[in-house]
């Protein structure tokens, strides 16, 4: 379905001005805030950029992705080891993560482009499996233990009035914030529209002069690129780049965040990735009285049956779904 | 069994198929429905089978309303659609598509089911010869017979048949509504055909149904639509 | 480790991830949704049959009671989240990736159910069939009784499946039903029950495979994942639309991870797996049976 929304957002510099808003009022915000809620933070953020991957690949460009998490895993492994024998400062760090996922973001996107539905879905599956494996097996990658990853301390004097856990929150924050900006302007320019349209009918997007084949290699690069930054922030929360760290299990739980999001939109992503963090913390509150069991299952239980249901009920993502109720009821007169 | 049609409106979405139509189709009588590409033709045979639901309207097989039915029910019925496009299953046997026809009710009538297999044989035998052949193997016409053939398996009442004709040669065409004909005329079977190869059609019919653009512009003995010459001029070339 | 006792050794796991294939297929076939659920579904079918086991002590009983919640599960999946599902799916694009996603969440809910139920850690699973390997001529194979136990069940239920298919009525009707289900609903087959049917029996198959199988991986709420992997791998290569071709797939894997598990060391299991699907996806990916132009969903 194309979307001709675009035409109400704001500008490019109108964004650009909101984002930086926000990025300031975050800044303010996190010198009052306690520091188990600033780290929550950065979870959060990190999380985000990385269902803003698979809201650019699956929501707009329509390639189902099981194995973000690989993406990730690459972006991570790249700035660890860039870190460990270069010891290059940290932007350079992120961006080099970026770069080397969304190199292998396109590789993976020429050979699995021609694929669809469960070929590329369980493609990309073998991948999530693959990559870890791949890096438990390499020794330079540090095995089983991995490789440590710490972005350290504020800069100079601030090195002891900025604790390192705002620090991390800013870093953070600034990706999610900067990646946040780019993909808005990359979903509403022409590139966003050439995805909806390739994923809307592919026979027809090529006969309007769209590559389809190249526009599905875009996509997952871009995407990649973004999950690699996904992965360092992840990274930078654990402090640790390893093969544990990657599991299927974050594939899936970031595909989650993103369908609860609504995938059909970026601006479903944050809500994706609160949900993702905030539901096994809520559960723990609840569940303290109950049994163990409980508490470990309940909230994989819960998170997976809002999965189901919101696919079930509100298959393109609930901000869709919003959409047809409003159509159907000024239908109705 | 009578099929009776009464203000049957049908929609694609935003596009209306089949305005307001109302039309009988006596038992024992070959009505075909004729009009040109796009008109409609094949949507009301979908909707009659149950593969889409109407807008309004009703669909009354005798007593039995159709509108809500699920299209295996309706089959067992007693309504049996062919529909457009040599519609043989390629991975089966000719025999096993055959047997496709008559297989929800093996149980009950197993020795019916083969006898009218057998029937189908001597109707077309070039598919008694490709028994054992899969379907992929055979040519356009030999499909369409098997099509039918399948259809016929089933011993319907009414047979609801779509463009039978459609990508044929001239003489395979000839012989396939040779054939219908003689069935009808042999079994009473009621035989509803849509066709674009309008005067074969009208040949061996007794009702005409003239479809455009989703209107049924007139419902009567191909006699009288020969005769109206603007009819003829607009719908038969002539 | 000589080739010829690798390849012994790839056969019997190579006969469990064919079961999956099958089970797999004929899900795909029959609804056009790859099940990624199968490998909870399994799972719980598999510690059904260990309560039972633990219960009545009685190896068989639990084996039939795995098959049977197998096949009950599978139709309650089919007939409650599956429909609904492909029904209210709108869009070309989201009938593809919402199956997928529901299954993917499904299986979420089956493992946080098992672990309420039974616990997390890992169980055994019992098994009236010795575990060593087999000695012939003097030598020891890394073949054991057991192992000839789970190749025969294959093979059987292989053979069972086989003949439902090629030579029932109803055989006729799930193949008809999967190749062109319009035709077969316009032939008066009532497809949606034939579905179930489909889901049922691919449900039973995995509870099989997942009994099978458990004596020798023990049993916890994720343990089968890897097994699915495989499982699928092994269906893309032996062709998704091909339920011989999955059987085949699956006995070359085993056989294929066997060989270098012996010569490379098991840490390279995985990477040969996803290295194998992703050649055959490049280079062949309607697999060695299926048709052309199967690819695409």
Sequence with gaps: ?333 | MTLRVRGLTIDHGAIRAISNATFNVPRGSITAIIGANGAGKSTLLRTISGLKRATTGSILWDETSLEKLQTEEIVRSGIVHVPEGRSVVTELTVHENLLLGGVWRLRKSKSDVYAAINEVYELFPRLSERKRQRADSLSGGERQMLAIGRGLVARPELLLLDEPSLGLAPLVVEQIFHTLSGLQAKTGMTILLVEQNAMSALRIASQGIVLDQGRVVIADNPQAIMNDAALRHAYLGF | MNLVNTLIAGVSIGAIYSLIAFALILVWRSTRVVNFAQAGQAAFSTYIGLSIEKALDNFWLALIGAVIAGLVVGAFVEVVIVRFIVKRATSAATVTVAPVIAMLGLLGIFQGVMGLIWGGEYQAYPTVFARDGLIINGNQIPFSQNDLFVLLTVVVAMSIAALIFQKTSLGLAMRAAAFAPEVTRLSGVRVSRIRTLGWAFAGGVGGLAGVLVAPTTFIAPNSFDLLLVFGFTAAVIGGLDSLIGGVLGGLALGIGLSVVTGYLGGSYTFMTAFVLLIVVLLIRPQGILGARGARRA
């Excluded at chain 1, 895993?73 to 760090?93: D, H, K, M, N, R």
């Excluded at chain 1, 723990?284 to 069991?293: I, K, M």
């Design chain 1, 1 to 333: 379905m194309l979307d001709v929304r675009s035409s109400h957002s704001p500008s490019a510099s109108k964004r650009l001005f909101l984002a930086s808003v926000i990025g300031l009022a975050l800044f303010i915000a996190s010198n009052f805030i306690d520091e188990y809620r600033i780290f929550q933070g950065a979870q959060i953020a990190a999380y985000l950029v990385g269902i803003i991957s698979i809201v650019l690949l699956t929501g707009y460009s329509g390639q189902i992705t099981l194995g973000q998490g690989a993406f990730m895993a690459v972006g991570s492994y790249a700035a660890a080891i860039v870190v460990q024998e270069f010891g290059l400062p940290i932007w350079i760090t992120f961006f080099i993560a970026v770069l080397a996922a969304a190199l292998f973001g396109a590789i993976i996107g020429i050979s699995a482009g021609r694929l669809s539905g469960p070929y590329l879905a369980g493609a990309t599956l073998a991948f999530a499996v693959g990559i870890p494996a791949l890096a438990n097996a390499i020794p330079i990658l540090g095995g089983e233990q991995g490789l440590s990853f710490d972005i350290g301390y504020a800069p100079g004097k601030y090195a002891d009035t900025v604790s390192p856990y705002k620090w991390l929150f800013w870093i953070c924050a600034l990706c999610a914030v900067i990646a946040v900006v780019i993909a808005v302007n990359l979903t509403s320019s022409g590139l966003g529209r050439q995805w909806r349209a390739v994923r809307a009918h592919e026979t027809a997007a090529s006969l309007c002069g769209i590559n389809p084949a190249r526009s599905k290699v875009l996509a997952f690069t871009v995407s990649s690129g973004f999950a690699g930054l996904a992965g360092v922030s992840f990274s930078a929360t654990v402090g640790l780049v390893s093969p544990s760290g990657f599991t299927l299990a974050l594939s899936f739980l970031l595909l989650t965040g993103a369908i609860l999001g609504g995938i059909s939109h970026i601006s479903g992503a944050l809500g994706g990735a609160v949900i993702v963090v905030i539901i096994p913390i809520i559960f723990e509150s609840w569940t303290e009285e109950a049994s163990l069991g409980v508490a470990t299952y309940l909230p994989g239980i819960i998170v997976s049956a809002l999965l189901l249901l919101s696919i079930a009920l509100a298959p393109e993502g609930p901000s869709e779904a919003l959409h047809k109720l409003r159509h159907r009821k000024s239908k109705a007169h």
